[in-house]
Structures are given as structure tokens and as C-alpha cells.
């Protein structure tokens, strides 16, 4: 950290004004009051612009607010001078320069620069030993752009100076690119030393799961003291879910639960219910091993060698980044790349082939102004300030640019060096939309698919105004199940935003010479010798396809037709085409023995796909539907005792919770009604029914039960009674509101499922572009008659349903064995010819390899 003495015994900058010290002392008090001290847990951004990816380096460097401590390159300083009003800012600026000549024509001996107290990257194409830098800071105030060069230690205020040196020896706002920050910086579970684990005799398979309570086989928890596999919570992990694993541990107390699909030799992400947090587990190994799962060797292979030790696979990294080919560098608009922060080329790679879709541009770079002139006060904490940063540091090409040319070398070398910067670093965006994220956040390889819906969430929930851009990937599919006993049918239909297509293994078209190269490779490592050149499996793209069009088989079907469970098939198709279609190749797997596993096969993607035939045709003449009637719902005695007695008898309401709420401020009868209606399930729930509804009327009114004393039909109401006027039971509605959905998206859910709670949520979910319109929702509330209402049809989902033709445009290849490790590249075409993606470098591509991707994006053809 650079000292104060340090700093301020630098020569002024040369240029400088000077002036007497009273002369600055008086320039500085009107603006005073208005400069502060960064304090603990300020965010101090002094390396890089909040709405571009200007920095000390850029040639107009950067401005520092001396009251928000946010940074402001030349073009945008002056737009948060005039929203804010803020006067006194920090000019950073880093000068380059040829370093000077010996007699004998060499550079003089290296010696100290004191002259650097920026803590900036340097520029990788210079030359150390021929180049030297000098950091210049001053103050600057507006609107006049008064400069006061610092170090002015004699002449500036006190006040000043102290928060000057505060904001030149601050830390970067973001988290050292170290792989072992994330994990040192949780804290050790409470619980880790004594869990207790039930001898119940669960193995947890090493694939195949699917949560316990519902038919969810993503965002999967392995609760650690009983082995239940149910699904996370889309408040502490953006993937999604219907929150099982947090009601489990709200029934059983059970408070450890690992994230499945996250288990390496070097952890987990385990999560505390208790807690409330991520947490670290000592013990993990151990508590695993009680399952079944032997966590030390989840990334062994069959013959003991880690990734970076098996020869074959430096051909797959050799193959994907076009290696041994001179390839050619691309400058310009839309040819800018992303600097690696460690292991963050997933998220490079989604987002180039985001950007590349026009409709992406339009919405974010294309409305640059309005975004940027309505962002909050703080736009590094805004997710379109920083889609649109990121989209015109892409599309601008201010950050590609090529070489200088030869002929001004001379002229150059002459006068300050005036580095043109090749390739922006995602730092800010990174740590935004990562934030809160227990596995973006780290700095471990991640997932690209999971990357990608993971955008997609953050773009449906922060759309701007009508448009949203993520409504090019949304199509609807059509799922039909059938009863094998009875054989009637039932359509359903849900959104979706990419498709997934398994891997056809078994119809390789090599799998002679597959055999031939298993023998081979045993023979080799048997007698350590050089294994031999890798076969990859040749899968054809159309089998691939047929798989996806296969029945699969329903695991614990209930048929309502036999009011028992029965086998059932289910078939998916396409009831809309999306404008893009995402592939993603099912390539990541799990062997036997838990090792991840990837199917290094290779897939003749085509350049133009048809998937006309997968169109969704509905209910077929002769077909049967399925009975509406919803099976049982399985609730632990415990809880289900607990939940109906707190609805039925309000005297039995929780006061420690009601008081809690109280202390916070709420009206003490709208705090029980709060409880009560939530069902007694804690402090936390019941706040989230107050702010849903605290703007209504009644909010503060005493709790009222209608009908309270006689037959408990409020009780019974909440799983699946329905009142006389299709009025859903309110304590139906406050569980759901709770949740945090819309009041009138709980009632119109339940009064489309009968009142039902759990087919109210699934419904929720498989409209979650719902939007309510006020007359839509008053005739709802109006009307008692459930037939009229269910005509009275809401806006169906947002889709762009067009012809099934696609030609393809971009892909993203990944080199290695797992997802959690590796490397990921990104191929897009562009002017006719392909671009090949890799971090910061840009290249044309001279050999795409489609026919190893991983997350392919197709175009739709106009009819």
C-alpha cells in the first residue's frame, strides 16, 4: 500500500497553476462540504470508468468523484457533474514514455520509480526495458476544470489531503483474482463438527437426479444429513427452483446441503439453511463418503492422470483455438475481445455471441443515451448501464484497434507513447451480475448453458420498458404425456430458451475403429508406452435429433385416469420457433464412480437446420385426455398439523414473530395478520406478506376469519376446496404472495387450478411472462362465475413463432474434461467469413471446428 509520506513527496506536475495557499484554500471551501474520506466498505474506483472502459491509461484518463468515489472517463464526467452536482473530482492520468538512452546508445541502469503510485496493469505490448511510466494526479474542479496538481501537501486543506491519500492508497473494489479468495472468505458452518448424518442407507447415484418433491433435474441439493436430493431457491441461487430444499429443512431442521453437479477433490458449494449463507465444511469428504460419493477422486481418471497430463486431449485444445495456423487479427467494430480475469472465459464467450445479435444491440447500445442519462445515481450497481457498457465496448471498436503503422514509429517513439488498448476487461460487469451468486462469483470454471439462462433471468427481470431483447430466444415447447395403461393423453405446455440434444453414442458410424483405439490405448498404458492419437466417435447430427424426439420414460407417473400411479411416456414439441435457437450438446456426464466425464465425440452440425417436423400438433382425433383431477399432496404430519392449526385458531398465533415484526415498525395487527396468514412459518416469510401488501386499504385492520368458529372449512380450503363465489381461500393466496409473486398472478393461479396450491405454483411458473392488465384482473375480481372466467383467456406468452429454417452463426467450443475445468472459445460469423474468439485475442478463423461445439446459436430463415 502506498504510504503518505511516499506519495506526497513528489515534485507538482509540471504545467500546474500555481497559486498561493490561501489563494486554493479559498477556491476549496464553497465545495467542502461536499468532500469526504472513503470509510470502510466504500468501493473506491479509480482503474476504470462507471459507462465505458476508460482508465488512467486512456488518453483523457480518468475522473474520480471525491464524494461517491465513482470513476468517470473525459466523455462522461460531465454528466455526472450535472446530475449529481458533485465539483471536485480526481484527475488520474499514467504517461508512457521511451525510456532514456546511455552514451552507448542503450537504456540507463533500472533504478526505483517513485514516480508510479497507481496500481494498474501494465500494457503487455510494450517493452519493459525500452518504455517507462509516470503517474500524474490532480485536482480538478467544475464546471470551470480549475486543475490543482497534487502533491500540494503545504497548500490544500487538511481535510484534502487526508482524503486524497485515502483514495490514491485505497484497494481495488473487486476481489483479487486469486482462486482461493471465494472460498477463504466463507465462513466455517457452525454445524460442520457434529452433523449429524441418519444411517438410512442412501447412495446417491452419480446421475440421474431429480428433486424428491418435484420433477426439477437442475439446481439440485444433497441435503447432507439425510441424503434428500430436492431443489434450491431462486433467491440464493439464480438457477432457479421451486424452493423444496429450503421446506425441507424448514419440517426436518436439517441445516447443511452441498449443490450437486459442484463436487471437486477441492470442495463443494454448500450452503447453511441456518445460517442463511454460504458456508465451508471441514468435513465435507467425509460427510460425501457417507452417500456413497467419494469427493477426493471426482476428477480422476481411469488411469490416474489429471486433465493436463492426458495427450489426447491437447488435440481438442489444439483443434477448438486453431492452433499451428498463423491466423489473422481482426481490428475494429465488433471485433474487440475480453481479457481473462481467471477463468472467466465462459462468461466472455456467452457474451460475445450475445452481442452479436442485432436485437441485443438495438436494445442496449442502441438506446446508449437514454440508458445512460436515466441511470441511478451508482451505474456500477445497474445491469443495463453495464449490458450497454459492455455491448459498445464490444461494438465501438474504440477498444480494437490495430497497430500503429510503421511509418510513424519514428514519430512516435519521439514524444509520449500513446498505447492503443486491444481487448476490454469485464471486471465491473463480472462482479455485478455475479453478485450474490454462490458460484459466478467464484473464480472457478463455470458452466456456459448455465451462464446463458442465467443472463436470461437478469435481462427478464430488468427489462427496459416493452422491450425486451431475451424474447428472441423464448419459444413454447408442448409436452405430451401419455398413460400406458389407459392411453389417454395430456398437453401441457412451458417456455423455454434453449435445446438441449443428447448424444446419440450409440449410433457412431467409427465404432470398428472406436474398438480398435480402446485396445490400443489399454495395450499402451498397460506397457507405458505413448498412447496413441485419439479416435473421436463420429455422431451423427440426425441421430442426435432423433433422440430428442424419442419418448422418455415419466418416473413416478400418478395417471389421473387411474387415480394410482402407472408408467407413463412423455414426448416434447416445439409449440413455437423461437427468432434464435440455442443448441446446447449434452456432452457432461457422470460415470459410475462419480467421475465427471465428457463426450469427447464429434457432431456434423449443419450450417442449415430444419426442425419443421418437431412442430407441436395438439390434441389428435381419437385421443383421450387425461382426467383434471390432481394427485394427493404429501405434506409431513408434522407440518401439515402445524400449518391447518394455525389457520384454523387464530389464538395460536407465533408472538415472537408478531413482535419481531412490531420492532420493525409495522402496525401490531397487521403484523399478525401477517403471521397468521403466512402459517406460523416465521418472521421471515410474514415479512414478505407485509410488503406485499402493505399498500392495501385494510393493511392495519384487525384480523378478521370469516366464518371463524364453525366447521374448520378454512382449513380445509387451502388444499383444493373452493368457495361458493371461486373467491381463492386467502391463506392459499398470502403462502403464494409470500413468495413473493403479484397478489392477482396468486389468485388467477389458483382459480385456473381448482385452488389448488402446488398446480397454482406450477402454473405460475409456466407463465412467468405474465403481465396483469387492470381490466383483465377487475373483471376477475368481479366476475363469480369460473367458466366465464376461464374464457376470458390472458395474453399468451411472448413469442416470435415463425418457420423452423435456422442457419448457423456462431457456436461455443470447450476444451477439457468437466465443466469446472477447461477452457471455452467462441466462433461467430461475421461479413461472411467466421471470427474465432479466444479471451482478448481476435482472429479470423481459417478452420471452425462446428463439428466440436458445445452451445450452438442459429438464426431463423425468413419464409
Request: net charge negative; proline share 7%.
Amino acid at each position: 500500500m502506498q504510504r503518505r509520506g511516499a506519495l506526497f513527496s513528489m515534485p507538482g506536475g509540471s504545467g500546474s497553476r500555481k497559486m498561493a495557499a490561501g489563494d486554493i484554500g479559498e477556491l476549496l471551501v464553497p465545495h467542502m462540504p461536499t468532500i469526504r474520506v472513503p470509510r470502510s466498505g466504500d468501493r473506491v474506483y479509480k482503474n476504470e470508468c462507471a459507462f465505458s472502459y476508460d482508465s488512467p491509461n486512456s488518453e483523457g484518463g480518468l475522473y474520480v468523484c471525491m464524494n461517491t468515489f465513482l470513476a468517470f472517463g473525459r466523455e462522461h464526467v460531465e454528466r455526472h457533474f450535472r446530475k449529481t452536482g458533485q465539483s471536485v473530482y480526481m484527475h488520474l492520468k499514467r504517461h508512457v514514455r521511451e525510456k532514456v538512452r546511455g552514451a552507448s546508445g542503450g537504456a540507463l541502469p533500472k533504478r526505483r520509480n517513485s514516480k508510479i503510485f497507481l496500481d494498474l496493469d501494465t500494457d503487455d505490448d510494450l517493452n519493459s526495458d525500452d518504455y517507462e511510466y509516470e503517474d500524474e494526479a490532480k485536482l480538478v474542479i467544475f464546471p470551470d476544470h480549475y486543475e490543482i496538481a497534487l502533491p500540494n501537501i503545504e497548500e490544500l486543506p487538511a481535510l484534502v489531503t487526508i482524503a486524497c491519500d485515502a483514495v490514491l492508497s485505497s484497494k481495488s473494489p473487486y476481489r483479487k483474482q486469486d482462486p482461493d479468495t471465494w472460498e477463504n472468505e466463507l465462513p466455517v458452518s457452525k454445524y460442520a463438527n457434529n452433523l449429524t448424518q441418519l444411517d438410512n442407507g442412501v447412495r446417491i447415484p452419480p446421475s440421474g437426479w431429480k428433486c424428491a418433491r418435484c420433477d426439477l433435474r437442475e439446481n439440485l441439493w444433497l441435503n447432507l444429513t439425510d441424503g434428500s436430493v430436492l431443489c434450491g431457491k431462486w433467491f440464493f441461487d439464480s438457477s432457479g427452483g421451486n424452493g423444496h430444499a429450503l421446506e425441507h429443512y424448514r419440517d426436518m431442521g436439517y441445516p447443511l446441503a452441498v449443490k450437486l453437479g459442484t463436487i471437486t477433490p477441492d470442495g463443494a458449494d454448500v450452503y447453511s439453511f441456518q445460517e442463511e449463507e454460504p458456508v465451508l465444511d471441514p468435513h465435507l469428504a467425509k460427510h460425501l463418503a457417507h452417500f456413497g460419493i467419494d469427493m477426493l477422486h471426482m476428477h480422476g481418471t481411469e488411469n490416474g492422470l489429471r486433465d493436463n497430463d492426458i495427450k489426447p486431449r491437447v488435440s481438442e485444445w489444439e483443434v477448438i483455438q486453431e492452433s499451428g495456423t498463423k491466423l489473422k487479427p481482426m481490428y475494429g467494430p465488433g471485433y474487440t475481445g475480453l481479457k481473462n480475469l481467471g477463468n472467466s472465459c465462459y462468461l466472455s464467450s456467452v457474451m460475445q455471441a450475445v452481442f452479436s445479435i442485432p436485437e441485443f444491440q438495438r436494445a442496449y447500445v442502441g438506446n446508449l443515451p437514454r440508458i445512460f442519462d436515466y441511470s441511478p445515481l451508482d451505474p456500477t450497481q445497474d445491469f443495463n448501464t453495464q449490458m450497454t457498457k459492455l455491448g459498445h465496448g464490444l461494438l465501438s471498436g474504440q477498444y480494437s484497434k490495430p497497430p500503429v503503422k510503421s511509418e510513424l514509429i519514428e514519430q512516435v517513439m519521439k514524444e509520449e507513447h500513446k498505447p492503443q488498448q486491444n481487448g476490454i476487461s469485464p471486471r465491473m460487469f463480472k462482479a455485478f451480475v455475479s453478485k450474490s451468486h454462490p458460484e459466478f462469483s467464484s473464480n472457478r470454471q463455470q458452466d456456459a448453458q448455465e451462464f446463458f439462462l442465467h443472463l436470461v433471468n437478469l435481462v427478464e427481470r430488468n427489462r427496459i420498458g416493452s422491450e425486451n431483447p431475451s424474447d428472441v430466444f423464448r419459444f413454447l415447447v408442448e409436452e405430451r404425456i401419455q398413460c400406458c395403461q389407459t392411453r389417454k393423453v395430456r398437453y401441457t405446455e412451458r417456455v423455454d430458451y434453449l435445446m438441449q440434444l443428447p448424444v446419440a453414442m450409440e449410433a457412431a458410424t467409427n465404432k470398428d475403429e472406436l474398438i480398435a483405439y480402446e485396445l490400443t490405448r489399454r495395450e499402451a498404458e498397460a506397457n507405458r508406452r505413448p498412447l496413441p492419437e485419439l479416435v473421436r466417435a463420429k455422431i451423427p447430427f440426425s441421430a442426435c435429433l432423433q433422440a430428442f424426439s424419442e419418448p422418455d420414460n415419466v418416473d413416478d407417473f400418478w395417471s389421473s385416469a387411474l387415480q394410482a400411479k402407472s408408467a407413463g411416456v412423455k414426448t416434447s414439441r416445439f409449440a413455437s420457433f423461437p427468432e434464435y435457437l440455442v443448441v446446447q450438446i449434452k456432452k457432461f456426464t457422470f460415470g459410475l464412480d462419480w467421475v465427471p466425464k465428457k463426450f469427447d465425440v464429434s457432431i456434423d452440425m449443419p450450417d442449415l437446420l430444419d426442425i419443421s417436423h418437431l412442430r407441436a400438433r395438439g390434441l389428435q382425433p381419437g385421443e383421450e385426455e387425461l382426467p383434471d383431477i390432481s394427485p394427493p399432496i404429501v405434506i409431513p404430519d408434522d407440518s401439515k398439523d402445524r400449518l391447518m392449526n394455525q389457520l384454523i385458531d387464530p389464538s395460536d398465533i407465533d408472538e415472537s414473530s408478531v413482535m419481531q415484526l412490531a420492532e420493525m415498525g409495522f402496525p401490531l395487527e397487521a403484523c399478525r395478520k401477517a403471521v397468521y396468514f403466512t402459517g406460523n412459518m416465521g418472521a421471515e416469510v410474514a415479512f414478505n406478506w407485509i410488503i406485499v401488501h402493505m399498500e392495501e386499504p385494510d393493511f392495519a385492520e384487525p384480523l378478521t376469519i370469516p366464518g371463524y368458529g364453525g366447521a374448520a372449512s378454512a382449513g380445509t380450503s387451502v388444499f383444493g376446496a373452493t368457495g361458493l363465489d371461486n373467491q381463492p381461500p386467502e391463506e392459499i393466496v398470502a403462502i403464494i404472495t409470500s413468495m413473493g409473486f403479484q397478489r392477482n398472478q396468486a389468485v388467477q393461479a389458483l382459480r385456473a387450478t381448482n385452488n389448488n396450491l402446488e398446480r397454482a405454483l406450477d402454473w405460475i411458473f409456466s407463465h412467468p411472462e405474465f403481465e396483469e392488465d387492470s381490466d383483465f384482473v377487475i373483471e376477475m375480481e368481479n366476475n363469480a362465475n369460473a367458466n366465464i372466467i376461464s374464457e376470458a383467456k390472458p395474453e399468451g406468452p411472448r413469442v416470435k413463432d415463425g418457420s423452423g429454417m435456422y442457419e448457423l452463426f456462431a457456436f461455443i467450443s470447450h476444451m477439457g474434461t468437466s465443466t469446472m475445468s477447461g477452457h471455452y472459445v467462441c466462433h461467430i460469423k461475421k461479413e461472411g467469413r467466421w471470427v474465432i474468439y479466444n479471451d482478448h485475442k481476435v482472429c479470423a478463423s481459417e478452420r471452425p471446428p462446428k463439428d466440436l461445439g458445445y452451445l450452438y446459436f442459429y438464426r431463423r430463415i425468413p419464409s
